[in-house]
């Protein structure tokens, strides 16, 4: 399948990150009572074998859900082992300062939970934008480098280049940082973007922020 686009239509890829990512921060905002906002939108076409050297080696916590409709795919949220213990001990009725190494069982489920919601809000925004409904699976919690964390979320699609959304969102008073990562199937993608109509209005689904840079 050919993979052109309208180019009257490349704007919606802009609109599906930076309404994705505005959700994910709302959703921050609501569940850890603090003020998070997106710092970056961007979009990457990436070859699959530059997908790991994209995302680094750091050691992190990662959540990510795949997508069960069209696009299909996986979203990915990685956070600071530290970030992840702050947010779900917030999420936990008395939660405490703890900051030994690892996770308990119930920090883990309280991040898989932040998971849940984050990604139920992101793929709003991007249902908003594309004009229809996408399913998701149930969160994973992992824990280590994040390369291997890609290798865990297996189902790669053989494709030789990747369509990565990625966002970063802080929460302002903190130091907590949120990165989030969407590997879209570039095939479906584009599918649903030639669906759209050129002259449907998009833009009563989406709040435009001037700061967001995107490439």
Known sequence: MSLEVDVRKLELFNKVSKEGSRKVAESLSQM???????????????????VKTHIGDQ????????????????????????????????MIPGGNDDNSDGFTAMERSAIQEIGNIMTSGYIDGWANVLDTSIGMGTPTFTYGPSHEIIEQMGGWPDDELAFVLDSQIHASGTDIDLKVYTFPKLVELVELVRQIDVETDVKSDTVPDESLTSN
């Open 59 to 90: 050691v992190e916590v990662g959540i990510h859900v795949e997508l069960t409709d069209s696009p299909y795919g996986y979203v990915l949220f990685l956070l600071d082992p530290r970030d992840s213990k702050r947010l779900a001990q917030s």
């Open 32 to 50: 850890s009572g603090m003020d998070a906002e997106i710092q970056v939108a961007k979009i990457n076409l990436l070859h699959m074998e530059d």
